[in-house]
């Protein structure tokens, strides 16, 4: 079945520790999506990607970094964690092409920086 | 840049009450999208308008899109407690990535 999945799920990590927070899609979308969302709050987007070799830096500046190799894949990193970091990630994906942007989200990684 | 803004921020209402949200754009769409995030969940797409004075309905839900295409709204008749959740505006302008509204977080008191 087509979907799109992330992992970890939930993730407490010290301050300083290098994380990679993964987002795969199976269904063959070129563009995908990073977000980041407090509980209940509004989405700032983070990073996008139109394509594999493709990355864009989003709305709300972030010290993660993204890459895009694979179609499927669109790994998240930060190198060193802060507190700050603490938050909900939530990774997307859509096929595209104009007034087509209907986005599939993931189940989301709760990152807590301790 | 394009800014979408969506009102009111919360909405608590009674069981079998109605509730309405509504979108702003800056700017003229090209769609505007609809979605709910359930508490602890990840948002669900659940429309997408396109034309022009657009009305569309999902059981109890009703979604319009303005004839400047600059605004929308999404009403729920006869709210249940399986409507909580915040429901989030997206909007698209010509071929830009989509902006989203701060969302309303519905509360339904049994």
């Known amino acids: 079945e087509a979907d799109i999945y992330q992992t970890p799920r939930y993730l407490v990590i010290g301050t300083g520790k290098k994380i990679t927070l993964e987002c795969s899609q199976t269904?063959?979308?070129?563009?995908m999506y990073w977000y980041q969302q407090d509980p209940g709050m509004e989405l700032h987007l983070i990073h996008y990607?139109?394509?594999?070799?493709?990355?864009e830096k989003g709305d709300l500046s972030s010290e993660s970094t993204v890459s895009r190799i694979r179609t499927e894949h669109f790994p998240l990193t930060l190198e060193s964690a802060r507190p700050s970091h603490t938050s909900q990630y939530l990774c997307?994906?859509?096929?595209?092409?104009?007034?087509?942007?209907?986005?599939?989200f993931g189940s989301g990684t709760q990152l807590s920086v301790l | 840049g394009q800014q979408v803004m969506q009102i009111p921020q919360y909405q608590h209402v009674q069981e079998g009450e109605d509730f309405t949200t509504y979108c702003n754009s800056s700017t003229t769409l090209s769609n505007i999208q609809w979605y709910k995030q359930r508490p602890g969940g990840h948002p669900v797409f659940l429309i997408q308008?396109?034309?022009?004075?657009e009305v569309k309905k999902q059981k109890r839900l009703t979604f319009q899109f303005g004839e400047a295409k600059k605004n929308s709204s999404l009403h729920i008749t006869a709210t249940q407690t399986t409507d909580v959740g915040t429901y989030f505006c997206a909007g698209q302008g010509g071929s830009e990535k989509l902006v989203f509204g701060k969302g309303t977080k519905l509360t339904v008191n049994p």
């Open positions: 269904m063959g979308h070129d563009k």
């Open positions: 308008l396109v034309k022009s004075g």
């Open positions: 990607s139109y394509g594999v070799n493709s990355t």
């Open positions: 997307a994906s859509s096929a595209g092409g104009y007034a087509n942007e209907k986005l599939f």
